[in-house]
């Protein structure tokens, strides 16, 4: 039934140890048409060195204005396997557990109506069903929704929140990631689905400043756990660590960006007041301490890939945010914060990019916030400065210049 | 849950946002018993690690290199295995690694077994490199200057020692992206590789008609190369100004830049994410560019090497790429990897300023 | 060298491009013989130290305070001094100091005693406060804001125990400019004063015509708030861009910004230009704007106090200000000097992005 | 002769222990008239909290485009003696040395021609002498140049090079920073006294990185003194330190940037090739630590004040260059550098500026220059950058790919 191809190219990428994406492609191509035009083509971009596929094309499910990459192939005759070839995004559950009754269900879904071929994950964490027809959108729809599960998000859109595994199988999760993005995910369902913001908008929520899902770097707002108290000191379990060759002056004292740990040779001592939150000693003292309550996090904003401007990193708006459910606070500031992006927002212009273009106070403003000094690495350097009316009012200096 | 997918199926049946399943349905019930009460893990093997509650309950993870690419039939094997040791019970990490989740002991040996045999590899935690966040390349995007998948198979073939057992002085992260709209985590690992052109896109004037908006593709240009051209209505580019970034072809179709004599690989390293130590680094270039050579990419490969030995001969304990870089200095990067600097390495962009040396502080290297 | 001044100067006699005076002409018989062979300084009092040649040659330097505005009456009583106990020789230091330069080790105190008598204020050698780089002022510039002398006597007033006899953890280099064409020192000094303006410029359309040119206005404003206005032959300012920098002053007299009721300081900390320790860094703003208020500038001495005192409290030896706030974090300078942080402190110019705290590495603040 | 002014503000500025500017007003004024309206004029300015100069205006000497800045008193009617008020700008003599007999000679002058009240010195480095009328000029400019004395620069030109007292007073200086200075000044003289580049052009030397001039943050050109061979150790002068109470640990090993020292409580070591050359160990440990030859200075260019692109550094751009008289390559640099820059640089545009619009490529092919790792932080962030026609000619990688 399905065509067979010469991949002399791709076939020298089965040796080697590391587990093949071409012996996937071929099992899927054992019976698959889609899949085994897949690997022709491959083999032929393998050869060219240059991809084969068309600039994308809108095709969706009815009531979505997203969750599905429109691709089509620019050689299709040879090709008619992969003439449509678009990828459908399930948004995944959060923490990327499954069973493997979820998974069989899928499974079967993919084989049925698409090439049989998926990403376990997509970069933003969606599952990625690869390569459908235009004719089975609606269908692979449907099932996936009697199923319980839903699309994920593309275009200008929210898109599909993700998070670390956190307190799922994390000791040190101070929030809890996986009920938030199911949370915001369920709360903003309309935005996910329906194209509504200036571009892309993406939340990544981690259970501590480790960042084990890369909040930080690539999400528009990103959660990242957080704590207030000090943290715990098992002296037994350092002086193990010691005793097994740790070198903890060197390992942890010397690296703690804090300066403010130090080593007797018998006691561990952190001044906690100067402690950046950082991380490093908790995890490399391992199970010997322990970060304490008060739970939060820190939120930052504005993180992406480098078009237009650069890439960015995500930098802070809340120095510390409680996040107990219903998540009312956050939710408020993503509603405001997407709301004044959509209204000055250009056409593909990220939030970040705005804030930078329009400046923070006009941000911070928009949605009630004032400046603090953990927003920033440092304050502004050049002396000028822009001056609403009333910032000089009642002439602020009087109260702190006592 | 029973999954159903009838035979004829009824659009009309399709629920909208209704989001995805609660994940408290894939939760093993040793996680649900124990969850956001987890104690402490200990690192048992590269490929296996167990989490202690505070009740005293444990799950054991053992974790397995996975392509990310998976045909449904590797897909259903894995759930076969993990009903068989695992209670049904997996989970993927945020890199495309696949951990099942074992909270029975005494399967852990036997799952460990039946993966070896099964040419299952294991590995990828603790101080050591682990899967490759990537992307679509070749497979399936439009805009793919270099394949993902197949560079990340040449990768972690070479590396593959450093996954299953060997240990690097800190978690090396790789990343791929096959255009700078750069879908993988690059701008920010240890170290990562990007597609790139290095010649103006085309300009096909009857198309861009049709096909583009003017106002937008002249703002999705970085450095404003961007014109109109009224006589054509189309546009024209300053070639003195393009960066060869290929932001515009992502708006409009009709200025395709990809070309397979000139598009290559650049590598760009110390990068990180985490905020231990030091703050989150963006990555920046090491070496501006290496030839597009499917399917093994041999040059890409050794110049990794190159960057990968030299770290781990020369980083301390704990320090990821980017902070042994900061302590030794660039002009020691480049001397201990042997990379020419060039051109390109010296920015003219937005931040230029802020990248240029501005102290004598300077270490002498030969 | 004997030097002439005729009764009747013939402009003729006028020679050009000679340069300045050798500076062998000037120097010290005992430094000329050990000039580039100095092994050793010691600092035996803050107003004295002893540079100590290889050849074991020594040379005695008493520093003395000025006001850089200096009378020739003053500099007559300095020469008298100078030829009394050193031969003639001495120098002024790059930040304004006078140093008298004694080669014969019995007249140092005599030179001392007599400086006393004569009320010379002697110091700011070492780790110490030591004299203000500074600019014109009211005394001679268009452009000026503020004073500068007034502000640096005022300064010095306050501090002038840590010139004269007290420690500091390091040199602290306070500058002081008049407007933010900064021709002190002020953007890389530890805690520096620069009179600013916070309203938009009046546009004189009339005089504009006749005295300045357009291109050279608008390329003058660092946020191009400045278009042209064709009907009037003058221009506009969208005073929503406007940061009231004054720079278009600077190249057109017909855009007056000086304002006795809205003029202002704003104090900036934290910068240095030695490569010791950590590389040369920018001053940052810690104070936006504090009213100017001749002659004591009561505020702005008050707010440098607090700034001042909380860095000779916290800061480790050898710390300069700017190394103890970096260690400290921002949110601490801010919440131990008392001043608070406002819209101001939160950069929105070009270099932004590098300004923002892109980490969670945050220290918790009462 | 001269008028008396009522001035209870700036008397008040005659209070307190620093020497008092008003005090040195005051004197000048008691016998010349243009001083006594300074004081008169200042007293106002300080009353209403504006400065009364107008914007400068064109005066200067014959043959001359600078030297002189022209000010004019916007009262003139009010205080006539300071109608016009311009200053006149006199080349130091290099390291700010002088003899009596030269500081009479200049008050002679001054008393002579002009309002008796000085400057030592201006911020660039020149000797500022306050106050004549334009009728002077020429005479002062004559008497000056009959005694050996130049003007200093202003306007678009070459500025008055100056650099830190150095050899002739510090035992670390690396170069000969008076003799550079001089050199310089001298070789640039139609430079400096005729305004032919786009803007200003500062030249500030000194013999080591401590950088007793603020070379790096206010000249255009920055000539740092270094060091490339061994920091050579005392150990008995260490002890000693640490004998008389110094924590070398804390004062000396945890400072030091490049992390290259040891000290065991009785030998201090130091990796020098690791050393970052910034001075902190040798000042610190004054005495006991000396660099060593080679010597030479590392060259920086393009600092400034804000305007308009926000303050520079200097930053790197000969890691290491000799300083032997002639100093030819330093020469050639200057003249290669400000060619470049004349010809491309827009009206106030300074090098730095222009180097930052057309790039580092642009200004380092200008002058025959490689790029080299010492001359940035970082390399650059973002994956896209421009390709000259030739540079990947020849494949370049297989070279170092071996
Ligand atoms: C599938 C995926 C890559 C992958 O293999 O994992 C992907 C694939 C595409 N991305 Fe992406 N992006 C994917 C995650 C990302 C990420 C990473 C992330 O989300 O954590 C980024 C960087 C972070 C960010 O958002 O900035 C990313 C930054 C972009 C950009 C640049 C956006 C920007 O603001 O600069 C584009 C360009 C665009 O939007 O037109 C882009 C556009 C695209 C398009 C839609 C191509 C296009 O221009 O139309 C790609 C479709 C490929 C295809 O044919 O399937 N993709 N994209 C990822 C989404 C899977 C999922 O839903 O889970
Ligand atoms: C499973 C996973 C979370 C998930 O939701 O899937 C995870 C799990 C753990 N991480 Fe992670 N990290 C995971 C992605 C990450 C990422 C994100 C990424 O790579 O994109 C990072 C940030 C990397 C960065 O900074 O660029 C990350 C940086 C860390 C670190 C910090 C390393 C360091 O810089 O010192 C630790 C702490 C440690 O290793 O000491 C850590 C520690 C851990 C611990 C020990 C946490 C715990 O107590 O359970 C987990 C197992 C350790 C391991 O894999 O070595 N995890 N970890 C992810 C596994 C990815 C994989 O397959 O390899
Ligand atoms: C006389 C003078 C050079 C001149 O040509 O006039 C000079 C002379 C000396 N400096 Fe300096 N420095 C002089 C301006 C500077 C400047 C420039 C400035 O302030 O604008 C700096 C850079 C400040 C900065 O980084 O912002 C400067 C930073 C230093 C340092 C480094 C301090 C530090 O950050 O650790 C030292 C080393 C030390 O003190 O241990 C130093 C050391 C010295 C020594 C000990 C060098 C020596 O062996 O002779 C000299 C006397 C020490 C003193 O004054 O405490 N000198 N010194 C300048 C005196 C200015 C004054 O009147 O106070
Ligand atoms: C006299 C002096 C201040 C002082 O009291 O010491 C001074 C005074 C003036 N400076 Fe300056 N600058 C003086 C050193 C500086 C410095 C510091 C330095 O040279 O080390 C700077 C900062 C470094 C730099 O060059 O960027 C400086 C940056 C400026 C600027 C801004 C230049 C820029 O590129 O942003 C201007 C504006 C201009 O050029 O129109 C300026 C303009 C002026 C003018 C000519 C005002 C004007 O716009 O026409 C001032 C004349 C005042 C007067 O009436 O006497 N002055 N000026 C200094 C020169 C004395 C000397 O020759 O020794
Ligand atoms: S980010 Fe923190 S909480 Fe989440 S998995 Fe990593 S270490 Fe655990
Ligand atoms: S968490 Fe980081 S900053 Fe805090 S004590 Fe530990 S190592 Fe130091
Ligand atoms: S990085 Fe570029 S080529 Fe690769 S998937 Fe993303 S948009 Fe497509
Ligand atoms: S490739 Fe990039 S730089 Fe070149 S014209 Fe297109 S958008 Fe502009
Ligand atoms: S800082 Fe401004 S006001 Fe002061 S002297 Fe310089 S140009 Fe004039
Ligand atoms: S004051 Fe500054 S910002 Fe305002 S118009 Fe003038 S140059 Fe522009
Ligand atoms: S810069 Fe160096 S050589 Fe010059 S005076 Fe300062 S310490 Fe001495
Ligand atoms: S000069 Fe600086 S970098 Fe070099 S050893 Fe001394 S302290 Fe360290």
Tied chains: 1, 4.
């Excluded at chain 1, 799922?168 to 996910?192: G, H, N, P, V």
């Excluded at chain 1, 804030?355 to 927003?375: H, K, Y």
Aim: glycine share 8%; hydrophobic share 40%; charged share 25%.
């Amino acid at each position: 039934m399905t065509k067979k191809y010469d991949t002399p190219l791709l076939d020298e990428l089965e040796k080697g140890p590391f587990p093949s994406f071409v012996t996937e492609i071929k099992k899927a191509a054992a019976k698959n048409a889609m899949a085994a035009d897949e690997l022709g083509l491959l083999e032929k971009s393998f050869r060219d060195k240059v991809t084969y596929w068309k600039h994308g094309g809108i095709v969706g499910v009815r009531g979505y204005g997203g969750g599905v990459i429109g691709r089509y192939c620019e050689l299709a005759e040879q090709f008619p396997g992969v003439a449509h070839f678009h990828t459908v995004r399930i948004n995944q559950p959060a923490g990327l557990f499954y069973t493997s009754e979820a998974m069989r269900f899928i499974c079967d879904v993919w084989d049925r109506y698409g090439s049989g071929l998926t990403n376990f994950h997509g970069s933003t964490g969606d599952i990625i069903l690869l390569g459908t027809v235009t004719e089975n959108l609606e269908a692979i729809g449907t099932v996936f929704s009697m199923n319980g599960f839903d699309l994920g998000g593309s275009g200008s859109a929210m898109r599909t929140p993700s998070c670390c595994v956190g307190p799922a199988r994390c000791e040190w999760s101070m929030i809890d990631t996986l009920d938030i993005t199911y949370d915001l995910t369920q709360e903003f369902q309309d935005e996910l689905h329906r194209p509504s913001f200036p571009y892309k908008f993406k939340i990544k929520t981690v259970g501590c400043p480790v960042d084990c899902n890369a909040a930080i770097a690539r999400a528009d707002l990103s959660i990242i756990g957080t704590w207030k108290g000090p943290i715990e000191i098992d002296q037994d379990r350092v002086r193990d660590y010691a005793k097994k060759g740790m070198n903890i002056q060197e390992e942890i004292v010397n690296l703690c960006p804090g300066k403010c740990i130090t080593w007797d040779g018998n006691n561990l001592a952190i001044n906690n007041s100067d402690c950046l939150h950082c991380m490093n000693c908790i995890t490399k003292l391992s199970g010997a301490l322990k970060p304490t309550p008060p739970f939060g996090a820190t939120i930052l904003i504005g993180s992406k890939a480098p078009f237009v401007i650069g890439a960015t990193l995500s930098w802070v708006i809340f120095p510390f945010m409680e996040m107990k459910s219903p998540y009312e606070e956050i939710k408020d500031f993503i509603r405001k914060a997407t709301e004044w992006w959509s209204e000055y927002g250009k056409n593909r212009e990220r939030i970040g990019e705005l804030i930078l273009r329009l400046g923070m106070r006009e941000f911070l403003e928009a949605v009630g916030l004032q400046p603090t000094p953990e927003m920033v690495k440092e304050p502004r350097r050049d002396p000028f400065w822009f001056w609403k009316e009333g910032d000089l009012e009642g002439k602020p200096w009087e109260s702190w210049l006592k | 849950m029973p999954y159903v997918i009838p035979d004829v199926v009824d659009v009309k049946q399709r629920k909208t946002d209704i989001g995805p399943p609660h994940y408290k349905n894939f939760l093993p019930p040793v996680i649900q018993k124990n969850y956001g009460n987890w104690k402490e893990h200990q690192i048992l093997s590269p490929g296996l690690m167990v989490h202690i509650a505070n009740s005293g309950d444990k799950i054991w993870t053992v974790r397995v290199a996975s392509p990310r690419l998976l045909a449904t039939d590797t897909l259903r094997e894995i759930a076969d295995i993990a009903e068989k040791y695992c209670d049904g019970y997996f989970r993927f990490t945020t890199r495309n690694n696949l951990e099942f989740l074992v909270s029975d002991e005494s399967k852990v040996n036997p799952l460990i077994e039946e993966l070896k045999a099964k040419k299952f590899v294991m590995g990828g935690i603790g101080s050591r490199v682990s899967n490759v966040v990537h992307t679509q390349g070749w497979i399936h995007c439009h805009s793919a200057a270099v394949d993902a998948s197949g560079l990340v198979k040449c990768l972690m073939d070479e590396f593959i020692d450093y996954f299953t057992t060997k240990e690097t002085p800190n978690k090396v992260r790789f990343a791929v992206a096959c255009c700078t709209n750069m879908c993988g985590a690059v701008h920010c690992s240890d170290i990562a590789f990007v597609g790139i052109h290095t010649k103006v896109p085309r300009i096909e004037h009857e198309r861009f008609k049709d096909l583009c908006e003017l106002p937008t593709t002249m703002a999705a240009c970085p450095t404003a190369a961007i014109i109109p051209d009224p006589a054509k209505k189309s546009i024209k580019i300053k070639e003195e100004k393009c960066m060869y970034c290929g932001n515009c072809y992502s708006v409009c179709p009709a200025l395709p830049i990809k070309d397979p004599q000139n598009d290559g690989v650049a590598i760009v390293v110390g990068g990180k994410v985490g905020n231990l130590r030091t703050p989150p680094k963006f990555s920046k270039v090491a070496v501006a560019f290496l030839p597009n050579n499917p399917p093994r990419w041999p040059e890409v490969i050794k110049a990794t090497k190159k960057i990968f030995d030299a770290y781990v001969a020369g980083a301390k304990k704990h320090e990821r790429v980017g902070e042994w870089i900061q302590r030794i200095g660039w002009e020691k990067f480049f001397a201990v990897t042997g990379i020419p600097f060039t051109w390109q390495h010296v920015d003219d962009w937005t931040y230029a300023f802020e990248t240029f040396r501005t102290t004598a502080q300077i270490k002498w290297v030969k």
